[in-house]
């Protein structure tokens, strides 16, 4: 359980150093009472710039 909590953790503070914020990005509470562990992420939603400066950032780190 700590681990999808360190793991959201860790995304939100990479996301952070390329400047960009998922206002949504959580653990998905739910999936805490399913039958298929592990437990989800929930990435959420957010506006067109930031959907493009997450793309950008990807295609950044692609080509390193």
């Known amino acids: 359980m700590d681990d999808v909590h360190e793991c959201t953790e860790g995304l939100k503070a990479a996301l952070r150093e390329n400047g960009i914020t998922l206002p949504s990005l959580g653990v998905d509470l739910p999936s805490f009472a399913g039958r298929y562990p592990p ?26």
Do not use: D, I, M, S
């Not at 793309?55 to 080509?63: I, M, P, Q, R, V």
């Open 39 to 64: 437990p989800l992420v929930t990435l959420g939603n957010c506006n067109v710039a930031t959907a493009r400066q997450l793309t950008e950032a990807l295609h950044k780190a692609a080509g390193q």
